[in-house]
């Protein structure tokens, strides 16, 4: 075994990796960037090695900045983790060269499996049934349009060097096949430097399964079961799970039984994903379950395979990267109990996920569960990188009880004065269809109203915070306030008492059972947690707001920072509330900035490849109305 590795990622994964390192006795190298200088990350590791500055591509993602703090660190080995650089081919080779061991497999399985498209191809030939659809090089559009026309409506169309769900678009006839050929290129060439694609034919009603796969240097290979993330949103994972709801012994061996021939046809050593997606219209069927793509690194969702297998897949990638065989056999792997992820990220559901950036000066997560985190209280949460701030993962005997336990974990989670998805994720748990096991990969936009609308506080959780209001106003913390008059000595306490939640007049009732919650005292105003969500209680209404950019005088405004990708309209485009005016990219998402109500485009300042900072004024909305 290696006595040191370098992990050429940051956040919750490097930490993850560190974990298993420490307790296997490795001796454990960070990398950072110039925003990540203090990071968690950095702060586990034994030692630290700055690469480059804040943005990915002059940092995370340069190989020559990695190779050389490995060597410059003396570290034996490299893991990648996953996204970055981890299925990049000639970064393992880079690796591999300077003498180093790369923990994943070989340049050749990434390179075979790194194309959607040739990948497919691949498959076809080794026997596997893969997602009806069209791949080749003749990429012209008619040539497109005819081979969608043969498959069928709905098409998608996705990105060849395609990952993180990005690229990928529905398209549902002829006509607008061309505007979504466009975007799927731009995004790709955008964010994979490739932009080539392929189709394959939307699945209706689909669920998305995968199999965990592993190899070893020695002809060694094995599933570790399947996990279902079908709960997706714009085709990301949102929850994920293992094993899969409704699966039987006969779906479950034949889709393994898939997964392995997919890994054995390209020689695969180390961890893998092998991604199905299924018509389970009729509940998953053998004969209606395609392979996607394959994954050739750790997945983020791993935490749920090592509950329901008690196997710590980092340490077998260590094990396989150092040479040895793998620790169990087929037979010697079981399935044992229900397990679910929870990915929590910092941003805001209700503004359409928008992410939620600066210091996280409170954070408490919660216990009783594994929490796979990439930040502490305190850190930042900068706009350079994905918003993922932690995993919360729940095993229990059964999925009722393994759903009960992450719901309640994710509603007992506070952030201040970042946001989450914390109360959205707990909805999505506690769902009917969901604890059903009714679930397609449109379960989430279907019921998105619900699941994303900003909930209130409790009366309990109001008629706390009013008590807290008063005690602190008592003891002279705060300034007495009229709002808190109940709270006068020597007066019969009233029974109600106004006070203002997130700007908000309430009145709270003060009869009733005494409440337990958490609070914070912020300097103006108190925060109470309740469900997932951090509420602001003041004794006083909040200074009425100049000028904020909400959309109530047209302003178009940059909400984070970012590079604009597209711009849509043009000066004086005419435009409907909700048309996107203005597309950045940030965060390794693309956010569309929409019209705040219908008018014409004036004073449109944005343009492709413009970097914009966050609160710039992009272009403004002009009604006709007045
Ligand atoms: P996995 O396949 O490991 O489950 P995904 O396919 O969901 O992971 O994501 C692949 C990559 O896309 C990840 O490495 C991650 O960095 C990135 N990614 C996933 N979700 C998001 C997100 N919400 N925003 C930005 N990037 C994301
Ligand atoms: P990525 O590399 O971006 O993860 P995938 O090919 O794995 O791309 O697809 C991402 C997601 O898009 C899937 O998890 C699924 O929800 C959806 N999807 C992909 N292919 C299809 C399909 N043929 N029909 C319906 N949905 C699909
Ligand atoms: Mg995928």
Redesign the pocket.
């Known amino acids: 075994m290696f006595r040191s590795v370098l992990v050429a990622n940051r956040g919750e994964i490097a930490r993850r990796i560190f974990r298993t390192a420490r307790r296997l006795g490795i001796e454990t190298v960070a990398v950072c960037s110039d925003a990540d200088l203090d990071a968690a990350h950095v702060r586990d590791a034994d030692r630290a090695v700055r690469i480059g500055p804040a943005a990915a591509a002059e940092s995370y993602l340069s190989i020559p900045d990695l190779v050389a703090a490995a060597l410059e660190s003396g570290a034996e080995a490299v893991h990648p983790g996953?996204?970055f650089l981890?299925e990049n081919a000639a970064f393992a080779e880079s690796v591999q060269a300077a003498g180093l061991t790369w923990i994943g497999p070989s340049p050749g399985a990434i390179r075979d499996m790194g194309l959607k498209d040739s990948a497919r191809e691949r498959m076809i030939a080794a026997g596997v049934a893969v997602t009806p659809g069209w791949q080749g090089d003749d990429g012209r559009e008619a040539t497109l349009l005819a081979a969608a026309r043969d498959l069928g409506w709905p098409v998608l169309i996705k990105a060849a060097a395609g990952?993180?769900?990005r690229g990928i678009r529905r398209v549902d006839d002829g006509d607008g096949f061309a505007a979504a050929l466009a975007a799927c290129r731009r995004e790709a060439l955008a964010a994979f430097g490739d932009d080539r694609v392929l189709l394959e034919r939307c699945i209706e009603a689909p669920r998305h399964i995968e199999v965990q796969v592993f190899g070893d240097a020695h002809g060694g290979l094995v599933h570790l079961f399947e996990r279902d993330?079908t709960l997706q949103r714009r085709r990301?994972?949102v929850i994920e799970e293992a094993p899969a709801p409704g699966m039987t012994d006969e779906v479950r061996a034949a889709v393994c039984a898939a997964a392995l021939a997919a890994a054995r046809a390209v020689d695969y050593v180390g961890a893998g994903?092998v991604e199905f997606i299924a018509d389970a219209r009729d509940g998953l069927r053998a004969d209606r379950i395609w392979f996607m793509e394959m994954?050739t690194?750790l997945?983020?969702?791993h935490p749920v395979t090592e509950a329901v297998t008690g196997v710590d897949l980092v340490e077998w990638q260590f094990r396989v990267a150092a040479g040895e065989p793998l620790p169990l056999s087929q037979d010697q792997i079981a399935l044992d109990g229900w397990a679910l992820e929870a990915r929590l990220?910092a941003e805001v559901p209700e503004r359409g996920f928008i992410p939620s950036i600066g210091r996280l000066e409170h954070l408490r997560l919660p216990e009783g569960v594994r929490i796979d985190s990439g930040v502490e209280a305190g850190d930042e949460v900068g706009p350079h990188y994905?918003?993922?701030i932690a995993k919360l993962i729940a095993w229990a005997p059964t999925r009722e009880g393994a759903t009960e336990a992450l719901a309640e974990a994710c509603a007992g989670v506070e952030t201040w004065p970042l946001q989450t998805n914390a109360a959205f994720l707990a909805k999505c748990l506690d769902d009917p269809d969901f604890l059903a096991g009714r679930i397609d990969t449109d379960f989430i936009e279907a019921r998105m109203d619900r699941l994303a609308a900003p909930a209130g506080p409790s009366p309990d959780l109001a008629r706390a915070a009013a008590e807290a209001l008063g005690a602190l106003a008592a003891e002279g913390a705060s300034a007495p306030s009229a709002g808190l008059a109940g709270f006068r000595l020597n007066a019969p306490p009233r029974t109600t008492v106004r006070l203002w939640c997130d700007g908000q007049p309430l009145v709270a009732h003060l009869d009733g059972e005494d409440v337990e919650a958490d609070l914070l005292d912020t300097g103006e105003g108190l925060v109470l947690f309740e469900s997932g969500t951090a509420f602001r209680f003041t004794a006083d209404p909040p200074d009425p707001e100049v000028g904020a950019g909400g959309g109530g005088d047209g302003a178009v405004v940059a909400p984070l920072p970012g590079r604009v990708v597209a711009v849509p309209v043009a000066e004086g485009t005419r435009v409907a509330r909700g048309d996107v005016l203005v597309v950045i990219e940030a965060?390794?998402?693309e956010h569309g900035l929409t019209a705040p109500f219908d008018g014409v485009v004036e004073g449109l300042s944005a343009a492709v490849g413009d970097q914009v900072r966050e609160g710039e004024a992009l272009a403004r909305v002009r009604s006709e109305a007045s």
């Open positions: 996953y996204g981890s990952g993180g769900g993330c990301q994972k994903t994954n690194r997945q983020v969702e990220c994905d918003s993922l965060m390794k998402m």
